[in-house]
């Protein structure tokens, strides 16, 4: 059975830094393209950011800069990291595998929220 | 940026269909995949590649692209249907995946 299982979303301060983690079991993160997805408090789906199954890269305009994808394949985990956080980067992040480029998000996880807050 | 536009809501009988839209410029040209969200839920894929359906997703569940607009279609509306739905793209030139507005369809 696929799960992802996300942790690391926590209260943080504006300015702050947090990472994500993203953990798989049942399938291998390497060979999937890895998302992650938020979802700001009653509003819609965002995506951030994604790391293909041969490493590359990409962000949306509003984190880019900011936040960093990774992976650790001996870990089967994949990574958020999340420096100079902002207000409007409060949300539950979801992390989103699909089995290949433009397939459609098969996998999802639970999710783990995120607050950035004084 | 790519934007995908959706109604904010539908209303819909039981039993009936309901039709959801999501405009884009030539979105025709792009493969468009569809999900359903339920309050404090994650979201499921229920179209891909524009009318696929992925197992264990009713076939009263379809869609269509075309031009400028695609269109997720429920059949014989039930009331577990009531959710928000999101059409999702992947932008070729950026890199970048691109979500709809998201509509939430309510079962009268």
């Known amino acids: 059975e696929v799960q992802l299982v996300e942790s690391g979303g926590d209260l943080v301060q504006p300015g702050g830094s947090l990472r994500l983690s993203c953990a798989a079991s049942g399938f291998t993160v390497s060979r999937k393209y890895m998302s992650w997805v938020r979802q700001a408090p009653g509003k819609g789906l965002e995506w951030v950011s994604v790391?293909?199954?041969?490493?590359?890269?990409y962000y949306a305009d509003s984190v880019k800069g900011r936040f960093t994808i990774s992976r650790d394949n001996s870990k089967n985990t994949m990574y958020l990291q999340m420096n100079s956080l902002r207000a409007e980067d409060t949300a539950v992040y979801y992390c989103?595998?699909?089995?290949?480029?433009?397939?459609?998000?098969?996998?999802w996880g639970q999710g783990t929220l995120v607050t950035v807050s004084s | 940026s790519y934007v995908l536009t959706q109604p904010p809501s539908v209303s819909v009988a039981p039993g009936k269909t309901a039709r959801i839209t999501c405009g884009g410029n030539t979105i025709g040209d792009k493969v468009v995949h569809w999900y359903q969200q339920k309050p404090g839920q994650a979201p499921i894929l229920v179209i891909y590649y524009d009318n696929d359906r992925p197992s264990g997703i009713p076939e009263r569940f379809s869609g269509s692209n075309s031009k400028n607009t695609a269109t997720l279609t429920i059949s014989r509306v039930e009331a577990g249907d009531e959710a928000d739905y999101y059409c999702q793209v992947w932008d070729n030139p950026s890199g970048h995946y691109v979500f709809g507005t998201g509509t939430k369809v309510t079962v009268l």
């Open positions: 790391i293909y199954s041969g490493g590359d890269t």
């Open positions: 989103a595998g699909e089995d290949w480029n433009d397939r459609g998000f098969d996998y």
